[in-house]
């Protein structure tokens, strides 16, 4: 049970940051750039291409960034969701498999829909490593909870069995 709980702590705190960043990004973009070795890099170049758009956008069009500020919250009303199987894993198990699934969904959005926005392939590439990354913390809970899920009926079934 406590691997669980820690697993899950990891999880929801790594959606919260991942929602956080996603409240300033004209900020985050410029510290980026500012500790990345400036260098004629595909990499350095996108990332100076997508600062200068935030940045632009921003300046121009203020209410686009409303969007990011959606974001961000989704990411934390999603990681708030994952306190019932923190308090108790086999009753909201669902929760996980809703992760899993979600973790899942990440690739082919990111194939899909990087080419149509322009994303280069190492950042698809980047976004799909967070499905894969976040799907192995719920796989290691969901088995974790069909082990206890397991344990429990097992034990159910003796103490039936010792009152007949």
């Given at each position: ?22 409240f300033a990004p004209e900020t985050g973009l410029r510290w980026l750039l500012s500790i ?67 973790c899942a969904m990440i690739i082919p959005l990111a194939l899909i829909a990087g080419p ?48 007949k």
């Amino acid at each position: 049970m406590k691997s669980i709980r820690i697993w899950l702590l990891f999880f929801i705190i790594s959606l919260l940051i991942s929602g956080i960043t996603a409240f300033a990004p004209e900020t985050g973009l410029r510290w980026l750039l500012s500790i990345w070795p400036a260098n004629d890099s595909a990499l350095y170049r996108w990332i100076q291409q997508s600062y200068l758009a935030v940045k632009v956008t921003n300046e121009q069009f203020p209410s686009i960034a409303y969007g990011y500020d959606w974001l961000a919250f989704a990411h934390i009303v999603i990681a708030t969701v994952f306190i019932g199987p923190l308090r108790n894993p086999i009753r909201n198990v669902w929760v996980i498999q809703f992760g899993c699934i979600a973790c899942a969904m990440i690739i082919p959005l990111a194939l899909i829909a990087g080419p149509l926005r322009q994303i280069p392939m190492f950042w698809q590439l980047i976004d799909c490593s967070f499905g894969v990354v976040g799907i192995i913390p719920l796989i290691i809970c969901l088995r974790k909870i069909r082990q206890l899920g397991r344990k429990g009926l097992q034990e159910r079934e003796h103490i039936t069995s010792l009152k007949k």
